[in-house]
């Protein structure tokens, strides 16, 4: 018994834009498309009135979730602290169009955004998103933590180095020259913020999340 539920896709910068009912047709509207906007629905009124509207009002936004664990588990884990960023990446295929921001936990008010890149990964866009906001916070004097959902990206801002597999090359120049920037940056400065990883199983999605598939 198949129990998928059926999704709704919201295009609003594509090769066509509109609402798409297969993953499949989504796909390749943003497909090459440098700067796709695009948002997945559980129903079709609700992709036809985010069309209406302007992509950034969407994405982030939690979806009503219900946890799976029990009420133990969830007790013990507790609720999310909202002094606090949450930051996240987006990437159309591995290596494929990427891009990252950073928001606040509580309000989901965009602090920064950076893309979208001709080629990355989500775990390059995480690690960037990640020590992006570690400068943010430094810069800003904060004493906020900082989530992430990613245990690569945390793994690599302690190593103070981006593992990444993928080879440079012209295209993924940009991304490549961050990365140096970040690993630079890592290396020569000290900071205090903690970096938490976010609860996907008992809070949702993270608030930076795009919405994507």
Known sequence: MNTKKKKYYTVWKGHKTGVFEKWK???????DFPGAQYKSFSTLEAAKTALKGNYYD?????KSFKSDLSEADLKKIGQP???SISVDAASSGNPGIMEYRGVDTKTKKQLFI???FKEGTNNIGEFLALVHGLAF???????????TDSRTAMSWVRKKTCNSKIERNTKNQP?????????????ANEYTTTIVKWETKAWGEIPADFGRK
């Open 81 to 83: 602290n909202y002094n």
């Open 58 to 62: 969407y994405i982030g936004k939690s």
């Open 25 to 31: 047709d989504c796909k390749a509207q943003i497909k």
């Open 175 to 187: 991304v490549f020259d961050l990365v140096e920037r970040a690993e630079q940056w890592l290396k």
């Open 114 to 116: 950076q893309g979208p």
């Open 137 to 147: 916070l430094k810069q800003h004097k904060s004493d906020r933590i900082i989530y």
